[in-house]
T-cell receptor
């Protein structure tokens, strides 16, 4: 079975500072990993995904994540936070169900607050 | 429309009533998912449809929950005899066929409040 753990339900950073959101995964097979962002009153939007190609994945809005197998981690970073980055961020791992569909298992989310 | 459309956006109902939530997926997307988002609990998989195949219902929390997808397009999630613990945001997502790791496209959700 696959699972993800997001450390820190709330993270606050100053505008212009580094953003680091942590995600650790557990998987019995090579995982596919995703980061989604959810703005208030909206659905989830894909930020980036890891599918066993390059271990450093670049996404939208200046975000990137690095897959580290030895640490079973897939942390999300952005060098300089912007006020518009305030949102909830979800890490997810893809699992293939008995029905053959790819079912995402999500973490509990991290709410990012940007301090002016 | 260009995205996944869900209706209503908000629903308040009394305990014991039945509710129906609707999802219009992106045109051409064969896969459709329902997730439930509860405060502090992340997203919980409910059910998955893929074309004419039997749906994966493994995430439905009880027999009060059911879903159907008519004509391979619109889906309806029905909750019978609602309970207060059913209060949550119900998210629908669609994607092209599996096997290509296509990302899920989410709707804005239906916020259900059971009083």
């Amino acid at each position: 079975a696959q699972s993800v753990t997001q450390l820190g339900s709330h993270v606050s950073v100053s505008e212009g500072a580094l953003v680091l959101l942590r995600c650790n995964y557990s998987s019995s097979v090579p995982p596919y990993l995703f980061w989604y962002v959810q703005y208030p009153n909206q659905g989830l939007q894909l930020l980036l995904k890891y599918t066993s190609a390059a271990t450093l994945v670049k996404g939208i809005n200046g975000f990137e994540a690095e897959f580290k197998k030895s640490e079973t981690s897939f942390h999300l970073t952005k060098p300089s936070a912007h006020m518009s980055d305030a949102a909830e961020y979800f890490c997810a791992v893809s699992a293939v169900s008995n029905f053959g569909n790819e079912k995402l298992t999500f973490g509990t989310g991290t709410r990012l607050t940007i301090i002016p | 429309g260009a995205g996944v459309s869900q209706s209503p956006s908000n629903k308040v109902t009394e305990k014991g009533k039945d509710v129906e939530l609707r999802c219009d997926p992106i045109s051409g997307h064969t896969a459709l998912y329902w997730y439930r988002q509860s405060l502090g609990q992340g997203l919980e998989f409910l059910i998955y449809f893929q074309g004419n195949s039997a749906p994966d219902k493994s995430g439905l929390p009880s027999d009060r929950f059911s879903a159907e997808r008519t004509g391979g397009s619109v889906s309806t999630l029905t909750i019978q005899r609602t309970q207060q613990e059913d209060s949550a945001v119900y998210l629908c997502a669609s994607s092209p066929p599996p096997g290509v790791n296509s990302p899920l496209h989410f709707g804005n959700g239906t916020r259900l409040t059971v009083t």
